[in-house]
């Protein structure tokens, strides 16, 4: 499904085209709600942390998110996970629980649930990003009473990041067309196409900056608020559901649930 001109300007085309509309007030609290308690964990509740992957299970479900579409976007923050994480193996090697009848450390367990939190928090925001349009999180932040540097900050990081890297492949398939068979870029080459690559990106920038002047962006957030659809009125229904959520995460934070679980079957 083709976005028209008006959302094409806004930005305001999803990463998943079939999800369907959210209140993204409601979303962006339930998601704000959902990292902290995750995040809150100490290291090492990984049987703790096994029930929080409901909610972006839920949130891909009901969006139509292709699975490996999310798998392509957790997969740049494996690396800083298992950066994080792998050094505790060796340097935590005492046995810490008993699984059958094989001892697992407990750096094996730090590990496992560093890299379970990483992936639920960035599979929650992903399924965010599909569901809620940049602009309406950006306007929702500002009705939250966010300083409007920060959204502008936000919003300008946002969109810019994905100039930046055309701009990286549009320079590096030019460097491949004038330098055939070679790898990557020379040494002798990297200063001048960082050199480039920061020129053809500040130029760009300043062309995008130019139009969105043009088309009366806000200069308090930078985002084109008025050009978009207003955001919807969220229902006392909509905020009854995120408010069974957040009350369901208080709970999964209160209570572990595998470990209550485990004890009644085993």
């Not at 309406?136 to 936000?154: I, S, T, W």
């Amino acid at each position: 499904m083709s976005a028209s001109p008006r959302e094409t300007v806004c930005g305001l085309t999803r990463l998943s085209a079939s999800a369907p509309d959210a209140p993204p007030d409601v979303c962006l609290a339930v998601t704000l709600a959902y990292l902290v308690a995750v995040v809150s964990f100490p290291p090492g509740a990984l049987s703790a942390l096994v029930p929080f992957s409901i909610y972006p299970l839920v949130g891909i479900v009901r969006g139509g998110i292709p699975f490996n579409r999310l798998a392509r976007r957790v997969a740049p923050a494996l690396p800083f996970l298992l950066f994080a994480g792998l050094p505790g193996i060796w340097l935590r090697p005492a046995p810490h629980v008993t699984v059958g009848s094989f001892p697992v450390s407990e750096g094996w367990v730090l590990f496992l649930s560093l890299l379970l939190k990483g992936c639920l928090c960035v599979g929650a925001a992903y399924v965010l990003a599909c569901r809620v349009p940049l602009p309406r999180l950006g306007a929702v932040l500002a009705r939250f009473r966010v300083p409007g540097v920060f959204v502008a900050v936000f919003l300008l990081i946002a969109r810019y990041i994905d100039l930046f890297f055309a701009e990286t492949v549009r320079l590096f398939n030019a460097y491949r067309l004038r330098a055939p068979g070679v790898k990557g870029v020379a040494l002798r080459d990297i200063g001048p196409f960082a050199g480039h690559l920061t020129l053809r990106s500040f130029d760009r920038a300043d062309r995008v900056s130019s139009a969105m002047i043009l088309r009366s962006a806000d200069a308090g957030t930078g985002a084109l608020f008025h050009l978009c659809s207003p955001l919807p009125v969220s229902s006392r229904a909509d905020w009854a559901r995120g408010g069974a959520w957040i009350f369901l995460f208080a709970v999964l934070r209160c209570v572990n649930i595998s470990r209550e679980a485990g004890a009644w079957f085993l």
